[in-house]
């Protein structure tokens, strides 16, 4: 059982920068990010494998959004720059049992509560 915590949204205008954390109680394989806006399926958003040595990213944010883990403190984190109006959503850290980094919501085994990110125009 992987517990997952997800913090650091908040509220930003466009063109600003936000980072989210997610920490994990145990032991971590690949990891990733989702993000659920208002009326709409939960949609990928980036994710690594478990070395850190694999990134994906979803079209919509590449180029903006950062990825990156760090095993020593367990944890998961989001760089996000240049925002849009759009990226508003509440955001969701996930983690699969040992496997590679994937797209897929269905891969993934266990999800944090999820943070609000809302960008103003």
């Known amino acids: 059982q992987v517990q997952l915590v997800e913090s650091g949204g908040g509220s930003v205008q466009a063109g600003g920068s936000l980072r989210l954390s997610c920490t994990a109680s145990g032991r971590t394989y690949a990891m990733a990010w989702f993000r659920q806006a208002p009326g709409k399926e939960r949609e990928f958003v980036s994710a690594?494998?478990?070395?850190?040595?694999?990134?994906l990213y979803a079209d919509s944010v590449k180029g903006r959004f950062t990825i990156s883990r760090d095993d020593a403190k367990r944890a998961l984190s989001l760089q996000m720059n240049n925002l849009k109006p759009e990226d508003t959503a509440v955001y969701y850290c996930?983690?699969?049992?040992?496997?590679?980094?994937?797209?897929?919501?269905?891969?993934?085994?266990?999800w944090g509560q999820g943070t609000q990110v809302t960008v103003s125009s």
């Open positions: 996930a983690h699969r049992l040992p496997g590679l980094a994937s797209r897929h919501r269905e891969d993934y085994r266990y």
């Open positions: 690594i494998n478990g070395k850190g040595s694999t990134t």
